[in-house]
Nanobody, 120 residues
Framework: QVQLVESGGGLVQAGGSLRLSCAASGRTFSTYDMGWFRQAPGKEREFVGRSNKNGAGTYYAGSVKGRLTISRDNTKNTVYLQMNNVKPEDTATYYC?????????????WGQGTQVTVSA
């Protein structure tokens, strides 16, 4: 069992930066791919990006590529989402998720989410 807790959300002006964190419980963090997702009001949850188990490989949705960066510190059981040059359309609740299986399989564990609001 893995518990995920996001933090770092808040209100930020367009063009600004924010760093979200996702802390995981347990001693097997390095065995999970970690993903970030977001859900805006009235919209479906969407994929933002993911990191492989050691952080050497990342993949991003086209809408955030070049502005949002995922990193992880397996010694701290934490994955980060650095958000730069944010836009009002980045406003959403952001969730991290952990996946034990290979690419294409579903995520096994989810955090409770952290709210990001970008003002114009």
């Amino acid at each position: 069992q893995v518990q995920l807790v996001e933090s770092g959300g808040g209100l930020v002006q367009a063009g600004g930066s924010l760093r979200l964190s996702c802390a995981a419980s347990g001693r097997t963090f390095s065995t999970y791919d970690m993903g970030w997702f977001r859900q805006a009001p009235g919209k479906e949850r969407e994929f933002v990006g993911r990191s492989n188990k050691n952080g050497a490989g990342t993949y991003y949705a086209g809408s955030v590529k070049g502005r949002l960066t995922i990193s992880r510190d397996n010694t701290k059981n934490t994955v980060y989402l650095q958000m730069n040059n944010v836009k009002p359309e980045d406003t959403a609740t952001y969730y991290c998720a952990a996946r034990a299986g290979p690419t294409g399989t579903s995520y096994d564990y989810w955090g409770q989410g952290t709210q990001v609001t970008v003002s114009a």
